[in-house]
């Protein structure tokens, strides 16, 4: 196994993926919120805090392709996307402008808004002559904005951007560009997908050869009144859907430590189910096999997912076969 840094390392990130390869999660698409910017509300159920920077990460790694939509700029403090729009003078920086048709007395080359020559009755304010014909010794360049501070003219003032959230103020250029895409999971990338993933789908059939019915993510409410989902719930057909499972699975794709084992063991006695099997991949440390055996649930622990299915099948039907007998 190489040691280079892979998102999919993490437990969560390959929960996100398991739950788009088995067609759970159709796609991951971004969602422009006013206050936080980008937002992908599919994958931070699972990711929490850092959705967009794993999602960036599994792009990179080749796990999901993507499909811009959009884009839009966000804040370069705070990534927020809601902005007060401003205009500020090239020159000078100044947010003092006026804005208004403007006239060019040809004669002086002095530009003023045209409500300035008017106040004047025509009469240039720098040469102090009057004008005489449009076109002759003035013209109209059109709207522009006069600095009150500085006295220059511009056509086009700086934009300048505040953001609503955290009050940053910054030019379009400084503000972030961001494309909003929607990022799908790569399926032609199998053997990747074989390594972070694991396929329950051999499990189930093998088990309903056996005569029970195995449910994928199934949830149930505990005695505390707290919904918990188990990787994989399992009934003998007779009895399936309609009572408790007989035998309850969580997958674990990391290294498992005490505190995953705690938490398996808090659902199994809130939900009152006896049979509980953690399977981890790769491994579980020594904690964590010591607390799994002092609370009576099964262990499997494999090296890959290929090895997990397999082994995850074969501890399955062990435990069936023994309540049969019991
Ligand atoms: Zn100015
Ligand atoms: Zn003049
Ligand atoms: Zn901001």
Known sequence: MSNEYSVTKKHEVRMLIQKMRDGMIKELSATVDPKLGITYPEAEIYLKGNAQSTIEALYQEGLLVKEQKENVMVCRKCGGSSFRVMYRCPNCNSLNLRKGMTIQHLTCGYTELES???????????????LRALGVDYVKPGIQYVCNDCGSITQHPTILLKCWTCGE?????????????TY????????LLERVTFNLAPIVQRISALGWVAKKDYKIKGRSGIEHTFTLALWPYEHALHSLPEIVVDIHMDVAEDVHVL??????????????????????????????????????????????????TLTIEDKIKKLLIS
């Open 116 to 130: 300035v020559f008017a106040e004047r009755n025509y009469i240039c304010p720098k040469c102090k002559k009057k």
């Open 169 to 181: 103020l910054q030019t379009l250029d400084e503000a972030k560009y961001m494309e909003v895409n």
């Open 184 to 191: 799908l999971l790569d399926h032609t990338k199998r053997e």
């Open 263 to 312: 938490a398996l063991y808090a659902k199994i006695i809130d939900t009152g189910i006896k049979n509980a099997i953690f399977a981890v991949v790769p491994r579980a440390n020594e904690k964590a096999k010591a607390l799994a055996k002092y609370y009576e649930i099964t262990m499997v622990e494999a090296e890959n997912s290929e090895v997990l299915t397999e082994k995850l």
